[in-house]
């Protein structure tokens, strides 16, 4: 065997360890116990903040889990660019099916800037009534205590910011099983990964908890206006200023159902553009949990020997086996059928991983942007 070859082996062997390490971060974060305290900050009032574009088939669904929490006093801001958007009509029919929401729509003038999601959330910063900000996108869906789960954890006045663990259901199409795949193994995992071995928070902008009070020291939303991955750039904020950022153990669902191939690949292939923005050399230990691209190599490379073959072979069978496993941990209600699609998820996974190194441009809702460091967004 070749020195070529050895070295792809010896890949598959760490990469394969490397994915129990996944494993073994998910079991230990999401078998945390969560103290819900009836204490000072559990009365304070929160302000939900949720950016809306356009309609999709669960919309309602995901809203209305919203309308029904388990917590004295909330406030509901949707807030959409165009008085156009179908989204309003969904809003329209919660505001009638549940009166018991307190149930707000923001929609003012254009403001400036590239992101239209912080041009949303500078719409429903200008109406919120209470301190605690909570950022919560239109695919989530929570259960009724998950926001006594998120208040128990700010409590402590030296965090500053508290996020979700997230996994993907919602399995109606091909494009929507890739997507969940990696979100609930590379996503989740890598963010327990990160929290258990080196105590690192990793954002994420589908729920974030903060005060008031605090990001407007900092320039407040007008500061991040310009930046595609604004969940990043507030973590740094907040860190910048001495505050923690917290990991709740509670799960909350994104719900990814019909996504396209073709979506599947543009939402990966920016995602890796931002990844290498924002940790630059780091970006290469994202190759550390993928044994199945190793493995093709060392198939390719060997000009598919018996041996390497097999090696493929076990490898697939074994990353099936880790995902379906992590599946059972957090929940995730995938079929057995989706899992036997893990190989493939993997090897476009992998080949989208180098995609940053020969494009440098991004295109996102109709626009496209030149993508500087940090994210920074620079029209074209």
Request: charge should be positive.
């Amino acid at each position: 065997m070749s020195i070529i070859n050895l070295i792809l082996l010896a890949l598959v062997l760490i990469t394969c360890f490397c994915c129990l390490l996944f494993l073994y971060s998910v079991f230990k974060i999401t078998r945390k116990p969560v103290s819900r305290s009836p204490g000072k900050v559990d009365a304070l009032p929160i302000s939900i903040l949720k950016p809306l574009q356009g309609f999709s088939p669960e919309l309602k669904g995901n809203l209305a889990t919203f309308c029904n929490l388990d917590y004295p006093e909330y406030e509901l801001i949707f807030c959409v660019e165009k008085k156009e958007d179908p989204a309003l009509q969904v809003v329209k029919e919660l505001q009638t099916e549940c009166p018991q929401a307190k149930i707000k729509i923001a929609i003012e003038d254009s403001h400036p800037g590239y992101n239209p999601k912080v041009r949303n959330l500078i719409r429903g910063m200008n109406k919120a009534s209470y301190d605690l900000i909570l950022i919560s996108d239109a695919d989530v869906r929570v259960e009724k205590n998950y926001l006594r789960d998120l208040t128990t954890l700010i409590e402590d006045l030296k965090v500053g910011i508290v996020t979700n663990l997230i996994r993907g259901k919602g399995n109606s199409s091909l494009g929507s099983i890739l997507e969940n795949l990696n979100l609930n193994f590379f996503v989740l995992g890598g963010t327990c990964f990160l929290y258990h071995f080196f105590d690192y928070t990793c954002i994420t902008g589908k729920s974030i908890l903060f005060r008031k009070a605090e990001i407007e020291k900092m320039g407040g939303f007008p500061s991040i206006k310009n930046f595609l991955a604004e969940d990043q750039i507030l973590q740094k904020k907040f860190e910048r200023f001495g505050k923690k950022a917290i990991l709740s153990p509670c799960l909350i669902t994104s719900n990814t159902s019909q996504r396209t191939l073709v979506r599947f690949f543009k939402r990966n292939v920016r995602w890796s553009q931002m990844r290498v923005q924002l940790g630059g050399i780091g970006y290469l230990s994202e190759l550390l949990v993928n044994p199945v691209l190793f493995a093709v190599l060392l198939c390719i490379f060997s000009q598919f020997s018996v041996f390497t073959f097999k090696v493929l072979i076990i490898t697939g069978i074994f990353k099936i086996i880790v995902e379906s496993i992590q599946g059972k941990l957090i929940r995730a209600g995938a079929g057995f059928f989706s899992y036997l699609l893990v190989p493939l998820k993997d090897l476009l996974v992998g080949i989208i991983w180098f995609s940053p190194f020969f494009k440098t441009s991004v295109e996102w809702r109709g626009s496209k942007f030149k993508l500087r460091r940090y994210t920074e967004l620079e029209p074209l």
